[in-house]
């Protein structure tokens, strides 16, 4: 049952000594079983859409590590292909999208959506069946205003330029798009708990820099929405929310108006901070550097956040996704670390 997982007694509120542990991007480069079926696999677009690939890389580092929650291997630009966005990723320089510049274009078709979005289902049904029963299952999506930032450049990396420029200058177009990629990302979320998943992630990656008009119309206001719509067909979903590098009244307001459940927080925030601040749980929010440097500098890193957080409900996680240079050494002296046993 939901209740006996320890990352879902969290969630609904309960404190837990030691805290339920996972990273994001636990399934990747940093694993030398990642990197051999990434061998064999062709292009990292494949290995998301095939189930039988995505869900092998989902339970590699639940085997090794014994992590408290699995998340799903997929990637948050499924939504716009689902939306009728051609993505292609190239090696060493990362996805390319064609730029969109109306919603008009973008496909509304609800079933067509599911039957692309499908091979992330499957993943998690296969995953659900292999996963030891006290481990959650997680799935995820990319904010609107995160996967607006792509859809608008065309790719990532332009500091939020073109999506900020549509904002600015059609603001009612843009909002159309953050609707129309706001009622996919929804649907998406619904069908990962209904696949399996005991919770799921909205990821909004490019969160930072916007004035407070900006973040409350373009993050808070589309992230409200899918919350709202997901908790009408699942009122007793788990969501946790991560508005990347937003300033802190920024995850203060997130906290406080999107209706998440939990909180995932940057490496920059400080934690003593958020603990005395928000009611809603808190994940996070080790630097991934300090994981590759491992030692000492990890030791006292974990030390202070479990310190910080040793009297609410929390969730250990770093403040991003693991690097690839991570030594699995290290990954193991956190564990034991975060669960006392170092």
């Not at 399934?27 to 696999?41: D, S, T, V, W």
């Not at 990962?192 to 409350?216: K, R, Y």
């Amino acid at each position: 049952m939901q209740e006996e997982k320890k990352l879902i007694r969290v969630l609904n509120g309960e404190r837990s000594d030691p805290p339920p542990i996972w990273m994001m991007r636990q399934a990747g480069r940093y694993l030398p079983e990642y990197r051999a079926l990434r061998a064999n696999a062709g292009s990292f677009w494949t290995m998301c859409m095939t189930p039988e690939l995505a869900s092998e890389i989902t339970l590699q580092p639940i085997r090794r590590f014994g992590f408290d929650a699995a998340i799903i291997f997929s990637d948050i630009l499924v939504v716009p292909a689902a939306l009728g966005v051609p993505v292609e990723f190239e090696d060493g320089v990362g996805p390319r999208l064609k730029p969109v510049f109306s919603a008009d274009t973008l496909v509304r078709n609800k079933v067509a959506w599911t039957e692309i979005l499908a091979p992330a289902y499957e993943t998690l049904r296969r995953v659900r069946a292999g996963l030891p029963p006290e481990t959650a299952l997680l799935g995820f999506a990319g904010a609107p205003w995160t996967l607006a930032t792509y859809m608008a450049a065309g790719r990532g990396g332009d500091e939020q330029r073109a999506a900020k420029l549509w904002g600015y200058r059609d603001p009612i177009g843009f909002d159309e798009l953050l609707d129309a990629v706001g009622e996919c990302v929804a649907l998406h979320l619904i069908r990962h708990i209904e696949a399996g998943a005991d919770a799921v992630q909205i990821f909004d990656s490019w969160a930072s820099g916007l004035p407070d008009a900006q973040f409350a119309r373009w993050v808070i206001e589309p992230t409200q929405k899918i919350v709202a719509k997901i908790r009408t067909i699942h009122p007793k979903a788990r969501i946790i929310g991560f508005p990347r590098a937003s300033s802190l009244q920024g995850y203060e307001d997130y906290a406080n108006q999107t209706g998440v459940d939990a909180i995932s927080l940057d490496t920059a925030v400080p934690m003593r901070w958020a603990a005395g601040k928000f009611q809603v749980v808190l994940q996070g929010n080790l630097d991934p550097i300090a994981l590759i440097a491992g030692g000492d500098a990890l030791a006292q890193a974990v030390d202070n956040i479990l310190d910080a957080t040793k009297d609410i409900p929390f969730i250990f996680n770093l403040g991003h996704g693991i690097l690839p240079e991570t030594p699995i050494e290290h990954v193991e002296q956190l564990i034991a670390r975060v669960r006392g046993a170092a």
